[in-house]
């Protein structure tokens, strides 16, 4: 059975509805779902019908993508009536919106209108034949003769040739929204017998992402992003040539992300990764937790793919990805991009995503990852073709939406402003580290540099420990750990508190020096090895892990220091910034003894 089942609803549309629905004098929209890529942009115009009590929603899934994963859940979450996809055929409504092609849309009863999910339309992909159901438009045939002299040649661009759009030779879809007149441009050349139906209404993906930048700060606080550090995004497209694909040239991702971890100081960077929800969904969410089990135990955040890969854009320093949507989006908002794919068959020449590819910059995997890092960051400009292309009207697609939906419905505008949704605050998401550290330190006086990654990184120095989470992957990394942590709130019985967990640890492992309980985003307590207890809390403008605290104090106490009855300040430099530690004594740390 489908994501909608197969029992056809009764209310409020249906056999002998208007006997038990509560209120009948309304229009229908129905939103028809491909899969849950194309259901995100639906979800982006849902707030346009908000408040007026003169349209009832509805929502259908065609059922035609082979990626059906997550599309029940997203309907539980929506909460709108389902309806098969056999009963939305034979239902008059007053409006259906779609965000993609699949299915038999041509036989949907009422008027039709057609959303791009990306940035406007860009993938060359021929209409599948007769039987196949990906992402074809069921059996509908194109009309003969309906290419321009010319076109015969090229491949179908997905939206813009008359494969898609004409059904015996005449368009189907009684609105084709498109975001930039480039678009309409390309759709003269090749099916003109469409431009009438177009419709330039912006992007309301883009208008969210511009709306939300004022609180890009939050975004990546709830990402845990320190002071310093740089968000590196990564992100890929869903075909075998993408970045997290294996069908391109080389099969990268798999090497990648140890390096990154590796090479990247895990005080100076953070990294995050948005994939695209039929990678997602195709292979499962718990697979793709297993096949990215290290990078993730290293500090790789996995980006809900419908609500939060936006504000994760927002929030970004760099942007690794390929030659999907996303990527342009990253660039459009001003961030800097490296291409670690660049395929460009699949995609139209004439797109300005294929322009943009063709121009910025390459991941080259054979040199060092950190040092290319760098020399983007620093000499970033940003291109100007994809924040002109995007959208030719920023900021008012929920104005342009709106008119063009009430219109095809008959139906007068609300008074109240066309308003879309701001895009919401993420959960507090900071990264868990379980996987070792190896941690470089240089102390002078009260000034401790800490440099800490997966690896010892090339071309540093220093002295060096081990830092160890207490739910490591291998518990043999215990036993030759230095400084142990874990976190945990400050009354868990469980672990008896800090001091119990703390003298715990220094019992069970003779080699570690230094325990360490982080109790908040702040602070942590610490025990030493014959020294005490103390409580690091960060300073006046600190901002750091408090883990890196007690790695920094760990070689203060290495390298001779002693912390005074009165407590001590220290100096922890790392990722270019300075972090004053205020270090408090609790205990003498008898405790621990055996």
């Given at each position: 059975?489908?994501?909608?089942?197969?029992?056809?609803?009764?209310?409020?549309?249906?056999?002998?509805?208007?006997?038990?629905?509560?209120?009948?004098?309304?229009?229908?929209?129905?939103?028809?779902?491909?899969?849950?890529?194309?259901?995100?942009?639906?979800?982006?115009?849902?707030?346009?019908?908000?408040?007026?009590?003169?349209?009832?929603?509805?929502?259908?899934?065609?059922?035609?993508?082979?990626?059906?994963?997550?599309?029940?859940?997203?309907?539980?979450?929506?909460?709108?009536?389902?309806?098969?996809?056999?009963?939305?055929?034979?239902?008059?409504?007053?409006?259906?919106?779609?965000?993609?092609?699949?299915?038999?849309?041509?036989?949907?009863?009422?008027?039709?209108?057609?959303?791009?999910?990306?940035?406007?339309?860009?993938?060359?992909?021929?209409?599948?034949?007769?039987?196949?159901?990906?992402?074809?438009?069921?059996?509908?045939?194109?009309?003969?003769?309906?290419?321009?002299?010319?076109?015969?040649?090229?491949?179908?661009?997905?939206?813009?040739?008359?494969?898609?759009?004409?059904?015996?030779?005449?368009?189907?879809?009684?609105?084709?929204?498109?975001?930039?007149?480039?678009?309409?441009?390309?759709?003269?050349?090749?099916?003109?017998?469409?431009?009438?139906?177009?419709?330039?209404?912006?992007?309301?993906?883009?208008?969210?992402?511009?709306?939300?930048?004022?609180?890009?700060?939050?975004?990546?606080?709830?990402?845990?992003?320190?002071?310093?550090?740089?968000?590196?995004?990564?992100?890929?497209?869903?075909?075998?040539?993408?970045?997290?694909?294996?069908?391109?040239?080389?099969?990268?991702?798999?090497?990648?992300?140890?390096?990154?971890?590796?090479?990247?100081?895990?005080?100076?960077?953070?990294?995050?990764?948005?994939?695209?929800?039929?990678?997602?969904?195709?292979?499962?969410?718990?697979?793709?937790?297993?096949?990215?089990?290290?990078?993730?135990?290293?500090?790789?955040?996995?980006?809900?793919?419908?609500?939060?890969?936006?504000?994760?854009?927002?929030?970004?320093?760099?942007?690794?990805?390929?030659?999907?949507?996303?990527?342009?989006?990253?660039?459009?908002?001003?961030?800097?991009?490296?291409?670690?794919?660049?395929?460009?068959?699949?995609?139209?020449?004439?797109?300005?995503?294929?322009?943009?590819?063709?121009?910025?910059?390459?991941?080259?995997?054979?040199?060092?990852?950190?040092?290319?890092?760098?020399?983007?960051?620093?000499?970033?400009?940003?291109?100007?073709?994809?924040?002109?292309?995007?959208?030719?009207?920023?900021?008012?697609?929920?104005?342009?939406?709106?008119?063009?939906?009430?219109?095809?419905?008959?139906?007068?505008?609300?008074?109240?402003?066309?308003?879309?949704?701001?895009?919401?605050?993420?959960?507090?998401?900071?990264?868990?580290?379980?996987?070792?550290?190896?941690?470089?330190?240089?102390?002078?006086?009260?000034?401790?540099?800490?440099?800490?990654?997966?690896?010892?990184?090339?071309?540093?120095?220093?002295?060096?420990?081990?830092?160890?989470?207490?739910?490591?992957?291998?518990?043999?990394?215990?036993?030759?750990?230095?400084?142990?942590?874990?976190?945990?709130?400050?009354?868990?019985?469980?672990?008896?508190?800090?001091?119990?967990?703390?003298?715990?640890?220094?019992?069970?492992?003779?080699?570690?020096?230094?325990?360490?309980?982080?109790?908040?985003?702040?602070?942590?307590?610490?025990?030493?090895?014959?020294?005490?207890?103390?409580?690091?809390?960060?300073?006046?403008?600190?901002?750091?892990?408090?883990?890196?605290?007690?790695?920094?104090?760990?070689?203060?106490?290495?390298?001779?220091?002693?912390?005074?009855?009165?407590?001590?300040?220290?100096?922890?430099?790392?990722?270019?910034?300075?972090?004053?530690?205020?270090?408090?004594?609790l205990g003498d740390g008898l405790a621990a003894q055996p």
């Amino acid at each position: 059975m489908g994501p909608t089942g197969h029992q056809p609803i009764r209310v409020p549309v249906g056999e002998g509805s208007e006997r038990w629905a509560s209120r009948s004098s309304y229009r229908t929209v129905l939103l028809v779902v491909h899969n849950v890529t194309s259901a995100g942009r639906l979800l982006d115009v849902l707030p346009l019908f908000h408040d007026d009590f003169r349209v009832q929603l509805l929502v259908t899934s065609t059922e035609s993508s082979p990626f059906q994963g997550g599309v029940r859940e997203l309907f539980a979450e929506v909460g709108l009536p389902v309806v098969p996809w056999e009963q939305a055929l034979s239902t008059p409504v007053d409006l259906a919106i779609s965000a993609s092609f699949g299915g038999q849309l041509d036989l949907l009863q009422g008027k039709l209108t057609i959303l791009s999910h990306g940035v406007g339309y860009t993938k060359k992909m021929a209409k599948p034949g007769a039987g196949s159901r990906e992402p074809g438009a069921g059996s509908r045939e194109p009309g003969a003769g309906s290419r321009e002299p010319g076109a015969g040649s090229r491949e179908p661009t997905f939206g813009l040739s008359p494969e898609w759009l004409l059904s015996g030779g005449r368009p189907f879809v009684d609105g084709l929204v498109l975001s930039h007149p480039e678009q309409v441009a390309r759709l003269r050349q090749v099916c003109p017998e469409a431009v009438g139906a177009s419709v330039l209404a912006g992007d309301p993906c883009f208008d969210r992402m511009l709306a939300a930048r004022p609180y890009r700060d939050r975004f990546r606080r709830a990402l845990g992003v320190r002071r310093g550090q740089r968000l590196v995004v990564l992100n890929s497209t869903w075909n075998p040539e993408g970045f997290f694909g294996d069908g391109g040239d080389q099969d990268l991702l798999p090497g990648l992300l140890p390096r990154l971890a590796a090479e990247l100081p895990a005080d100076g960077y953070r990294l995050a990764a948005v994939l695209h929800p039929n990678i997602w969904h195709g292979h499962g969410p718990g697979q793709i937790r297993a096949w990215l089990d290290r990078a993730r135990r290293s500090g790789l955040s996995l980006i809900d793919p419908v609500h939060a890969w936006r504000q994760a854009l927002v929030a970004a320093d760099l942007v690794v990805g390929d030659f999907g949507a996303v990527s342009y989006y990253a660039a459009a908002l001003g961030a800097p991009v490296l291409l670690a794919a660049a395929e460009q068959d699949r995609l139209d020449p004439d797109a300005p995503l294929a322009a943009f590819v063709r121009e910025a910059p390459r991941l080259d995997v054979h040199v060092p990852l950190r040092e290319q890092v760098e020399k983007v960051l620093a000499g970033h400009r940003p291109l100007a073709g994809p924040a002109a292309f995007v959208t030719s009207a920023p900021g008012s697609s929920a104005a342009l939406l709106r008119r063009h939906f009430y219109t095809l419905m008959d139906l007068p505008e609300p008074t109240a402003p066309a308003l879309l949704e701001p895009l919401p605050l993420p959960p507090y998401d900071p990264p868990r580290r379980t996987h070792p550290l190896r941690v470089l330190t240089r102390v002078e006086g009260a000034d401790v540099v800490v440099e800490r990654s997966t690896e010892q990184p090339y071309g540093t120095g220093g002295d060096a420990h081990l830092s160890v989470h207490e739910e490591t992957r291998d518990p043999g990394d215990l036993e030759s750990a230095d400084v142990i942590v874990r976190e945990g709130p400050l009354d868990d019985p469980r672990l008896g508190g800090p001091d119990g967990w703390t003298a715990e640890v220094l019992r069970r492992h003779p080699h570690c020096s230094v325990a360490a309980y982080v109790s908040g985003p702040d602070s942590c307590t610490v025990r030493a090895a014959g020294q005490g207890v103390f409580r690091l809390t960060a300073g006046r403008d600190a901002d750091a892990d408090p883990a890196a605290y007690a790695s920094a104090f760990h070689a203060w106490l290495a390298n001779g220091g002693r912390v005074p009855t009165g407590g001590t300040t220290l100096r922890m430099h790392t990722a270019g910034e300075v972090h004053p530690v205020t270090v408090e004594v609790l205990g003498d740390g008898l405790a621990a003894q055996p």
